[in-house]
């Protein structure tokens, strides 16, 4: 059964820092593109970030290039997001997800195939 447990959401202040960990119990970790993905109330879900299991290749959205890095570390099962300058705007729930093995890198969130429960962020002006 595949899970993806995620944590370090929280309440922060505009310009402020919070890491996201996602652990993931998937037998062959490497092979999967995780992705961090995220909505707000009242929006469609939307893609953050993600990193995937070809050499590493990292993708993340405009809004948020320059300001947050997703990694990975293979040996933990666990991918990160580490979060910095965090404005208003960012506020939602993140959710981790995953592709199928060896899948083709994607930004779209429907093409994610396994879904954690999601970690509120909230950031206050």
Known sequence: QVQLVESGGGLVQAGGSL???CAASLRTFSTYTI??????????REFVAAVSWNAGRTYESNF???RFTISRDNAKN???LQMNTLKPE???????AATRPYDVDTV???DYHYWGQGTQVTVSS
Do not use: F, H, M, N
Not at 35 to 44: C, H, V
Not at 90 to 96: E, G, H, I, L
């Open 19 to 21: 890491r996201l960990s």
């Open 35 to 44: 992705a961090w993905i995220r909505q707000a109330p009242g929006k469609e």
């Open 78 to 80: 666990t991918v990160y």
């Open 64 to 66: 948020v290039k320059g």
């Open 108 to 110: 779209r969130p429907s």
């Open 90 to 96: 960012d506020t939602a729930v993140y959710y981790c």
